[in-house]
């Protein structure tokens, strides 16, 4: 089973643009994260895909692997999906290009949900940590999933799911973490199949796969994410390293 790590890297960003290219200790945001990946030791290749000649030109001249996007896109899936379609590959797993401090633990655990699974069954893997806050639970940002007793995915949305009607009956509330391991026949399904009601409403390409009947089975775990999303969470990054 070929396992590889994508990394989409988009250089317009509406809260930060140019972030990826930002210096982080000497060295690009998007190069850190390309480094970790392959520090990781998970994956039997890592290739960033963009869209942008900048960011192309900074992984190829440090002896990385880019593809660059033909197609603009409007979700992440999308742009993977045209990077992968001629690679000879199983699993793709999506790295985020704005989290230089990856932690190796999540990548593994959904990459096991693929070793374990020999009568593929499962599309999608991703993660998901519970939240006990009150302003999280509601937080539209925070994207909420609920599952089934085998731990495959019902519905994602942005709404608090599911609706507290009955306060003490023991739900727990699981924030989405968006870490995604796909099949490549899911992921190239995905990029050939039209987006749906559901997805253009609570603009959520998950649902996609949903809709259209794919399996995304979840995994559990405590882990929260680093991402340098404005000029605040650079200068933490940079504190941190």
Do not use: W
């Amino acid at each position: 089973m070929k396992i590889i790590a994508v990394i989409p890297a988009r250089y317009a960003s509406t809260r930060f643009p140019a972030k990826l290219m930002q210096d982080l200790g000497g060295k690009t945001v998007i190069l850190r994260t390309y480094e970790a990946a392959i520090n990781t030791q998970l994956f039997d290749d890592v290739f960033v895909v963009t869209d942008s000649d900048l960011i192309y030109d900074e992984i190829v001249s440090h002896g990385g692997k880019a593809i660059k996007s033909i197609k603009e896109h409007e979700s992440g899936s999308d742009r993977i999906a045209e990077a992968v379609e001629n690679l000879d590959v199983d699993i793709v797993i999506n790295v985020q290009g704005d989290e230089p401090f990856i932690d190796a633990e999540p990548l593994a655990k959904v990459i096991e949900v693929f070793r374990n699974d020999s009568d593929k069954k499962v599309d999608l893997a991703s993660l998901m940590r519970e939240i006990t806050n009150e302003d999280d639970i509601n937080n539209p940002n925070n994207v909420k999933v609920v599952v089934d007793q085998n731990g495959f995915a019902l519905y994602f949305s942005r709404s608090v799911i599911p609706y507290p009607r009955e306060k003490n009956v023991g739900v727990r509330y699981m924030q989405h973490i968006g870490i995604y391991a796909f099949r490549k026949q899911a992921l190239l399904d995905f990029y050939r199949l039209p987006m749906q009601s559901l997805e253009a409403s609570e603009k959520l390409e998950q649902l996609r796969y949903l809709e259209f009947g794919k399996r995304i089975k979840m995994v559990e775990t405590t882990h929260v994410g680093i991402g340098i999303d404005t000029p605040e969470d650079l200068e933490k990054a940079r504190k941190m390293l």
